[in-house]
């Protein structure tokens, strides 16, 4: 049931997807895997829209050239606190009425049953396809939907895989590039991403609008460019 409290905090999106919509969010826990470059707007919009809990995974720790782009963590952060602890610190004083979980480490075989046990919908905010392609199996053989997001310099791309509906990741990406080291990135491009990567998150919740279900969008930034591409 929603409280007073959260009938004021949401008042502006109840009006889109109703009470029985938020209520639907509340319940829900969302898997933000990466919390970087798209996982910080993925993270923070979430938490925004009153998602009741959040389990946010990394296994890094916050670098200086990581602050073009990582909103959720701070000067103060680097080289000091891991990325899932540093984005719980920011996100709990945000929105304190959510529950942010976090796991430092990396995704395994071994471990991925345990740490996303009891999840509603996975986020892949990673930058490379070995472990999406983890996210992937698991989430077919769950049954949990899958939103995907990747960025690099100014293009990125959002799709949503919903086991027995869509093709899945690997089918999608049966040939990924080669992980880069590093690569370049505006931090606004990986902002516009995360933000629909969240949006259609909140559409999985509510059920309200339409997912990108079966199609890729791709975001071109440096001529303003939006085009969806049909996966069937």
């Not at 910080?40 to 979430?46: E, M, T």
């Not at 009153?50 to 990582?70: A, C, F, K, Y």
């Not at 933000?195 to 791709?218: C, D, F, M, P, S």
């Not at 071109?220 to 049909?230: K, P, Q, R």
Request: hydrophobic residues 40%; glycine residues 8%.
């Amino acid at each position: 049931m929603l409280t007073e409290r959260d009938l004021e905090r949401y008042d502006r999106q109840i009006r889109i997807f109703g009470v029985e919509g938020q209520e639907k969010l509340k319940k829900a826990k969302v898997a933000v895997v990466g919390v970087g470059g798209l996982g910080s707007p993925v993270a923070y919009y979430l938490a925004a829209a009153g998602v009741g809990t959040l389990l946010l995974i990394d296994e890094q720790t916050p670098e200086l050239s990581n602050l073009n782009r990582q909103i959720l963590h701070w000067e103060e952060d680097i080289d000091k606190n891991p990325k899932p602890i540093s984005a719980k610190w920011k996100l709990e004083r945000f929105n304190s009425d959510i529950k942010v979980e976090t796991f430092v480490g990396r995704l395994t075989e071994e471990n991925i049953e345990e740490v996303l046990d009891d999840v509603d919908v996975i986020v892949d905010c990673l930058d490379n396809f070995d472990t999406r392609y983890l996210l992937d199996k698991f989430a077919h053989k769950r049954g949990i939907p899958l939103v995907h997001g990747a960025v690099e310099g100014m293009f990125g791309q959002v799709t949503t895989i919903i086991p027995g509906k869509t093709k899945c990741l690997r089918e999608v990406f049966p040939k990924p590039p080669k992980k880069k080291e590093k690569f370049p990135i505006l931090g606004a491009t990986a902002g516009v991403i995360g933000t629909i990567q969240a949006a259609e998150v909140i559409k999985l919740i509510t059920g309200y609008g339409e997912v990108l279900a079966n199609k890729l969008l791709i975001v071109d930034l440096a001529h303003g460019s939006f085009e969806i591409v049909e996966l069937i």
